[in-house]
T-cell receptor, first 112, second 116 residues
Framework: DGGITQSPKYLFRKEGQNVTLSCEQN?????MYWYRQDPGQGLRLIYY???????QKGDIAEGYSVSREKKESFPLTVTSAQKNPTAFYLC???????????FGPGTRLTVL | AQTVTQSQPEMSVQEAETVTLSCTYD???????LFWYKQPPSRQMILVIR??????QNATENRFSVNFQKAAKSFSLKISDSQLGDAAMYFC?????????????FGKGTHLIIQP
């Protein structure tokens, strides 16, 4: 079945540690996105990539980094520079400039 | 910058009744897309309906329909014959087709409660 997978579902991290969230898609989509969701808030765009080896900052990129070495994969690293990393993180993909973004099931990150 | 506003943090409706969720947006673009996404307790984002700004006809998907008022920058979602499975967070979202910046701009959401 085609879709987007995110792992792990729940992630715990100690303060000061970097952590990487996985996102994989087998939809053959060129574009991939990372969003952050906080309680009572909508989703906010962290980073996006429209092609392999290229990515752009979204609205809240500070404290995050990404890579796009393969079309299918778009991992997000939450660095120790991110002041409030506890949140729900959603990955999405779409055809280039397509209408719909397809979302993964999300990763809940908690900083202890 | 584009903004999306959902003025109703929470709405409640009786099962089988009709409910309308409000959304307004601010943009200087003439061509854009608008979406309603549903997020049930599983937190999976599900596309409910979409509207292209250049289309005057309001989009409809089964029990879901929109009232798109381009001049007023309003994009409300009407759910007819509400069902228990409709209970979820609903997010209005905006996107510019093509161009440089990409990604969706979301409102803060409306929590829809269905009363049995």
């Amino acid at each position: 079945d085609g879709g987007i997978t995110q792992s792990p579902k729940y992630l715990f991290r100690k303060e000061g540690q970097n952590v990487t969230l996985s996102c994989e898609q087998n939809l053959n989509h060129d574009a991939m996105y990372w969003y952050r969701q906080d309680p009572g808030q909508g989703l906010r765009l962290i980073y996006y990539s429209q092609i392999v080896n290229d990515f752009q900052k979204g609205d809240i990129a500070e404290g995050y980094s990404v890579s796009r070495e393969k079309k299918e994969s778009f991992p997000l690293t939450v660095t120790s520079a991110q002041k409030n990393p506890t949140a729900f993180y959603l990955c999405a993909s779409s055809v280039i400039h397509g209408y719909e973004q397809f979302f993964g099931p999300g990763t809940r990150l908690t900083v202890l | 910058a584009q903004t999306v506003t959902q003025s109703q943090p929470e709405m409640s409706v009786q099962e089988a009744e009709t409910v309308t969720l409000s959304c307004t947006y601010d943009t200087s673009e003439s061509d854009y897309y608008l979406f309603w996404y549903k997020q049930p307790p599983s937190r999976q984002m599900i596309l409910v309906i979409r509207q292209e700004a250049y289309k005057q006809q309001n989009a409809t998907e089964n029990r879901f329909s929109v009232n798109f008022q381009k001049a007023a920058k309003s994009f409300s979602l009407k759910i007819s014959d509400s069902q228990l499975g409709d209970a979820a967070m609903y997010f209005c979202a905006y996107r510019i087709p093509g161009g440089g910046a990409d990604g969706l701009t979301f409102g803060k959401g409306t929590h829809l409660i269905i009363q049995p």
